[in-house]
């Protein structure tokens, strides 16, 4: 099992990476919710051909099994048409509900979701906002080091007003990350995103970042 998670981490920084786009923006942990009273903070960075950006994410829980995410950040995009470079605002966000837990009766932490995310700049804005589910597993005792691998899997309905051309698209976003948690209080995160049937983002993305539970 190590071997394949290192596989997972390898081949995520080799393959070239495509626009993160609230858990619309990616997945970023597994399907255990905050604990109730709980917070994270997370920060994550984005590459691709074409954007690089930060994300900033604040997760926290006021009701079991239940956690709510707010994200924010800017990124920088070099779209492929003679407009130029924007630098985009992009805030967002969204909620989980943990509706399986791992236990010798499930294999998994399961949990199901929804967001809501807009991406702006000059003549340049996408609404983009849909269901999602991942589950996860996590590899270790519950005292130091252990690996949690996710994947994720979203329909993102999303309406897209760039340059003059206003139009929507249907796309089913699949991510597949580590989340190791190095001390009850820093993890990092690695994230390989396919974006599936998607006329907006490249094919493939990448982010990797830390969550700082607090």
């Keep these: 099992m190590k071997s394949i998670l290192a596989a997972i981490l390898i081949l995520a920084a080799l393959v070239p990476a495509g626009p993160a786009r609230a858990q619309a923006f990616g997945q970023y942990t597994g399907a ?25 994410q604040l997760r926290l829980s ?5 956690d ?17 470079s924007r630098t ?24 199901l979701g929804a967001s809501l995310a807009v991406e702006t700049a000059d003549q340049f804005k996408v609404v983009t906002l849909g269901p999602s589910a991942v589950a996860s597993r996590t590899l270790g005792g519950t005292e130091g080091a252990s690996f949690i691998p996710y994947g994720g899997l979203a329909l993102n309905f999303t309406n897209r007003d760039a340059f003059g051309v206003e139009d929507t698209d249907l796309s089913v976003p699949l991510r597949l990350g580590v989340e190791a948690r ?7 995160v690695a994230e390989l995103q396919l974006f599936i049937a998607d006329h907006y983002n490249d094919d493939i993305g990448f982010v990797t970042g830390v969550n700082l539970p607090f």
Excluded at 182 to 188: D, G, I, Q
């Design 88 to 111: 985009t605002l992009r805030l967002g966000g969204d909620v989980r509900w943990q509706v399986a837990q791992l236990s010798e009766a499930f294999p998994a932490d399961l949990a």
């Design 182 to 188: 190095l001390s009850p209080a820093f993890r990092v």
């Design 62 to 66: 006021f009701y079991p099994n239940l």
């Design 68 to 84: 709510f995410g707010f994200h924010g950040g800017l990124s920088r995009l070099d779209p492929v048409v003679s407009f130029g």
């Design 32 to 56: 255990a919710v905050v604990p109730v009273g709980g917070h994270v903070f997370g920060a994550y960075l984005n590459l691709s051909d074409h954007v690089i950006g930060g994300l900033a």
